[in-house]
């Protein structure tokens, strides 16, 4: 079953179960993927879906932040709770160590050396873990291994 199956059946489930919150959640990032299916006029692939996850995710991140700044805990509670929902249909994320590692080996192979190779750096390293860790993250490691 690929993720825009797995995203409907669990809707389905969301509305048996009349659970609102993760219903709407659902259905807001289902919509994601039609509006970006009907601009592409194609169906996505998983790994298209994906993308639009990790944007998602990434969008409810930025507005966690902006809630807490602004003592909006109610909002802050629920973009938690929808990155929660989402992130159930992401890859499992690396940790650091698996990053340390994957940016040693991409150093090795760029030759990368200085902060001045980075973007030659990041080019070959960001499709290995697109999806699977977070840019930020990984342009901090990338920063303390090139010094």
Known sequence: MNLADRLNEDMKQAMRAQDKFRLTTIRMVRAAVKNQEIELRRPLEDSEVIEILSRE??????SLQEFSKAGRDDLATAAASEIDIISEYLPAQLGEEE?????TQTIQETGASSKADMGKLMGALMPKVKGRADGKLVNQIVQQLLQ
Not at 57 to 62: E, G, I, L, S, T
Not at 99 to 103: E, S, Y
């Open 57 to 62: 995710v990434k969008q409810r991140k930025d």
């Open 99 to 103: 990053i340390k590692t994957l940016v």
